[in-house]
C-alpha cells in the first residue's frame, strides 16, 4: 500500500490527517509543497487542480483533503480502500 500527502506550510490540517493516519498506524510519503515547485505541480496535476493542503492519494486513489479522509474513515470506507 502506497500512501502520499502533499502538505504545506503551517498547515493545520496536514498535521491533522497525518495524525489520523498515524493512528491507524499506517506510514505515508510526505511531499511537502513548500520546498519544491516541482512537487506542487505534480501535486495539481495529480488532483485535477486542487490547490489545498492536504491532498491525500491511497493507492493513486485521490482521497482529497483532511475534512475527505475523516468522512470516509468515520464511514467506514477508508478501512475498505486500504484493504484493497
Given at each position: 500500500m502506497k500512501i502520499d500527502i502533499y502538505t504545506g506550510p503551517m498547515c493545520p490540517y496536514?498535521?491533522?490527517?497525518?495524525?489520523?493516519?498515524?493512528?491507524?498506524?499506517?506510514?505515508?510519503?510526505?511531499?511537502?509543497?513548500?520546498?519544491?515547485?516541482?512537487?506542487?505541480?505534480?501535486?495539481?496535476?495529480r488532483s485535477a487542480g486542487k490547490r489545498t493542503v492536504p491532498q491525500i492519494f491511497i493507492n493513486d486513489v485521490h482521497v482529497g483533503g483532511y475534512d475527505d479522509l475523516y468522512a470516509i474513515d468515520r464511514s467506514g470506507e477508508l478501512d475498505k480502500l486500504l484493504e484493497s
Open positions: 496536514c498535521t491533522k490527517a497525518k495524525e489520523l493516519l498515524q493512528q491507524k498506524n499506517l506510514t505515508y510519503n510526505e511531499l511537502y509543497i513548500g520546498d519544491d515547485i516541482k512537487i506542487m505541480e505534480e501535486m495539481l496535476d
